[in-house]
């Protein structure tokens, strides 16, 4: 297993932007494709976005489509999620989680997460 850790999270009012990222180590993180899930108070848990091992493929649930993008650097072990006219919905924690199978969707089919980082969108 990969060990994750995210930062980035924060308070921004709504229109804006945020940068999270998501560290990871070990030697294997490249292997793994990566996503970002997303947890609202009261709410299960949401996938938002993820990246195949090699960064050609994407998913992104249709809620951030046109607005978020993931991408990764292996070279770092690092994945983003680069967040743009956020909402006040996009409000909540933030998860990254790694994956031995990019077609995974589910919050079961991820076997690291990180610990989460707060993201807060005032109107």
Not at 15 to 41: K, V
Not at 75 to 98: H, I, R
């Amino acid at each position: 297993q990969v060990q994750l850790v995210e930062s980035g999270g924060g308070l921004v009012q709504a229109g804006g932007s945020l940068r999270l990222s998501c560290a990871g180590s070990g030697p294997t993180f490249s292997t793994y494709a990566m996503g970002w899930f997303r947890q609202a108070p009261g709410k299960e848990r949401e996938i938002v976005a993820v990246i195949s091992w090699g960064g050609r493929r994407t998913y992104y649930t249709d809620s951030v489509k046109g607005r978020f993008t993931i991408s990764r650097d292996n070279d770092k072990s690092t994945v983003y999620l680069q967040m743009n006219s956020l909402k006040p919905e996009d409000t909540a924690v933030y998860y990254c989680a790694a994956s031995t199978n990019y077609e995974s969707r589910s919050h079961s089919d991820f076997a690291s997460w990180g610990q989460g980082t707060q993201v807060t969108v005032s109107s």
